[in-house]
């Protein structure tokens, strides 16, 4: 035990810095290859999710307990969902369009991007559309239980995907909308924004391919 008239030891001694030089920046290949790897692991759980929906699809099919897998008036409605794959598939590709945009430093990817989320949200409302007019519920039979919590779902998960592609759009927005000033802001913003944008464009393609899946198991089979 150290007694009252010892000193104690001083530590670690930080030298005197100028504030905010502390702990030096993170290199922006860093974050980048961190929201690479979180984008496919993102993409894998995803699978792993919607995988659940395609068994109970096709094993509900299989049994078609009591007949009442598909009764008659269950049908969800053609020309909506065509609508809807088609809107999400357009996403996707104005998506991929802005992603090379960014990677070739062309100044005219924000327009893809804006598009892209516009037709994502356009296909989620199609979906939500469907909801009001269809003549059948989740309690209408297996195929309709898995048509409904399926959907709903996949459209969660396009939401969510949407708000993080808008929130790339929306910072280079910003950055160009007002730029870099002597203190506290990004000089060169599209080195930080390009690693999100990839990230976002990967997953948001990855779900919309899903969503071609939904589309063809759902109202093609």
Not at 67 to 89: R, Y
Not at 117 to 122: P, S
Not at 192 to 203: E, H, K, Q, S, T
Request: glycine share 10%; with cysteine; charged share 15%.
């Amino acid at each position: 035990m150290a007694l009252p008239h010892e000193e104690k030891p001083p530590g670690l001694q930080i030298p005197a810095v100028p504030h905010g030089v502390e702990i030096p920046p993170e290199p922006p290949d860093v974050g980048g290859r961190a929201l690479s790897v979180a984008s496919r692991l993102l993409a894998g759980a995803s699978t792993f999710f919607f995988l659940a929906f395609v068994f109970a699809y096709f094993y509900l099919r299989s049994i078609n307990v009591h007949h009442m897998w598909k009764p008659a008036g269950v049908k969800p409605e053609q020309g909506l969902g065509a609508a809807f794959v088609v809107c999400l598939i357009a996403s996707a590709l104005l998506a991929v369009t802005a992603g090379r945009g960014m990677k070739a430093r062309r100044p005219g990817w924000l327009g893809p991007a804006i598009g892209s989320v516009a037709l994502g949200l356009a296909a989620v409302a199609l979906q939500c559309v469907e909801y009001t007019g269809q003549k059948f519920g989740p309690t209408n039979g297996a195929y309709a239980s898995v048509f409904c919590i399926w959907t709903a779902m996949f459209m969660i998960a396009a939401l969510c995907a949407l708000y993080w592609l808008e929130t790339q759009a929306a910072t280079e927005y910003r950055a160009s909308r007002e730029p870099a000033h002597s203190e506290g802001d990004i000089k060169e913003p599209d080195r930080l924004i390009a690693p999100g944008l990839d990230a976002a464009v990967f997953y948001w393609t990855y779900l919309a391919g899903i969503g071609v899946i939904t589309y063809v198991v759902l109202y093609l089979l």
